[in-house]
Structure formats: C-alpha cells, structure tokens
C-alpha cells in the first residue's frame, strides 16, 4: 500500500540533533500541486480503513486546512468546523480538546495542511502548539518553502520534501500519456525551446514538469495544440486558462456554477491521486535536509 510506504520512509529520516526527547514534529515541504494536501488525505484514508500498520498505532487523526484558520481560533474548534462529520456524532470541541491534551491518554496524528497560507498570530493555539508540540502527539505540518517557513524550522525534528518525479518518470509519463516515444520526444523539443527543459550541471531540469499535475496538464496543452507557449510563464497560463477544459464540462450537461464546482472538484481529486500514485513511481521522491 503506497501510504504505508510513505510512512516507513517518513519516519525512517533521521532525527536532527535538535530533536526534542518526547516529540514528534515532521515538516513536509513542496511547491504547489507536488502532492502535500493529497498526501495527508491519503494518510488520513489509510488509517480509517486500517490498510496501514504504521498508522494504527494512533488512536485519533485530526486534520486541518490551516488556510481557513480564524482569529483566536482554537485547533480544537478548527478540527470539528472543518469536519461535519464530527458533528454529527455529537463530538464536541471540549471532546476534542481533551484527547489533544493527552488527558486520556491516546495516541494522536495531528495533520496540519498548508502553514504557506496561514498568518502566524492567528490563532494563538496553534502558533503554540507548533513551537511546544502536544502530549503523546505526532504533528505532520506541511508548507511551501517561504521565508516564513525558517522561523519554525528549530521547532522540527524532521524536515523532508516532496519533490515529484525524476527525468527519467517525466519522460515515461509522456510517453506513456501521448502514446509513443515518438511524441515524446516532440514534446521534450518544444519544451526545451520553452525554456521548460534545461540541462544543468547536475543534469536535466524539468522545472516545473517534475511537478505531476503539472505535467499532465502539460500533456493535455501539447496533445491539443501539436504546440507549447514559447514561455514558461505562457506555458503557465495557457495551462490555467485551458485545464480544466470548462467547454467540456458544459457539454456534459452540468449547467449551474455548483455543478462546475463539483465537476472542477472530481478533476482535481482524480488528478490528486494521480499524483500521489505516480510519485512511488520515481527513484528521487524525497529529500532530506535533516
């Protein structure tokens, strides 16, 4: 099961020499679309279907978008407004906080999504817990690498990064999405001419194609156009403006902005998984800094 690969390597990255005896504070790091918030789904999936022996040594997993933190927000109170669920079998904030406080004596996962979109002082408790971490917790925080990111970094006994697919599963993927070798190689000279592709001294840089979502909407942009952009940034925005196709999704009969919603959501779901799948497919999948 590919999350139980991800936890094993997760937690098979030694600890730093700041590593705090008691605790377990992971940062998972990479740019937009890499695979973070698709990550802790999965690892939240795996748990509730037990499909993962790592993860059933915890009790509880909590996850929050830290995007949708509100001003003196407690976590506990994020926990069950994020989760409708919880309501609705009567578990309370006060329930909540009393598992996070270690009061019962549980093991926890705590996934905190997205810490690039949230403004420290926010919420005060979670500013706290990411600095002091939480009784017999595990606390997953993921990010994009921002200047902000450095002022936590003491607090982390690991930091990895995500960091999608090598050359070699790039090419593969093309291959395999456009049919031949052949084309393949088509696309490889455009994006070369791009400025997509670029050989470095380490060796060749896809920039953002490394990037799975990215390259499959890629792949879309040259199988429709036989062409590219002559930019990375026309390349970026021919992608945003055509991917999702929103003529098709009229077509499909979906006529309200809350069908297209939900058509748009599918996509992204069903390209997350691709994602998150076709990562294990690569030889150069993490990073570690620590």
């Known amino acids: 099961m590919c999350v139980h690969m991800y936890m094993s390597m997760f937690v098979r990255v030694s600890k730093t020499q700041t590593a705090h005896v008691g605790r377990n504070m992971f940062f998972v790091l990479g740019v937009g679309g890499v695979g973070k918030s698709t990550s802790l789904k999965h690892i939240s999936l795996a748990w509730a279907n037990g499909e993962s022996s790592y993860l059933g040594k915890f009790d509880f997993i909590f996850h929050a978008a830290l995007?949708?933190?509100?001003?003196?927000?407690?976590?506990?109170?994020?926990?069950?407004e994020q989760h409708g669920a919880l309501a609705r079998h009567k578990a309370s904030s006060q329930n909540i906080k009393l598992i996070l406080g270690g009061e019962t004596n549980q093991r926890v996962l705590l996934l905190l999504d997205g810490y690039d979109e949230y403004t420290e002082g926010t919420s005060p408790d979670v500013d706290n817990i990411l600095i002091r971490g939480l009784p017999l917790s595990c606390i997953l925080l993921t990010s994009r690498d921002t200047k902000e990111v450095a002022e936590?970094?003491?607090?982390?006994d690991v930091e990895a990064e995500i960091t999608g697919f090598d050359p070699e599963r790039v090419e593969e993927y093309i291959s395999k999405y456009l049919g031949s070798d052949e084309k393949c190689n088509e696309l490889i000279k455009v994006a070369t001419k791009s400025n997509l592709r670029k050989k470095t001294f380490k060796g060749i840089d896809y920039g953002i194609m490394q990037v799975p979502i990215l390259l499959h909407m890629v792949c879309v942009l040259f199988q429709r156009e036989v062409s590219l952009p002559k930019t990375r940034t026309g390349v970026i925005s021919a992608v945003v403006e055509r991917c999702p196709d929103w003529e098709e999704i009229r077509k499909s009969g979906k006529k309200t902005r809350k069908e297209w919603k939900v058509a748009l959501e599918?996509?992204?779901?069903?390209?997350g998984e691709l994602a998150w799948h076709r990562l294990y497919k690569g030889t150069k999948i993490w990073s570690s800094q620590r």
């Open 67 to 80: 995007k949708f933190a509100k001003k003196n927000q407690t976590l506990e109170d994020m926990v069950v």
């Open 152 to 156: 936590l970094r003491p607090y982390m």
């Open 266 to 271: 599918i996509a992204l779901v069903n390209l």
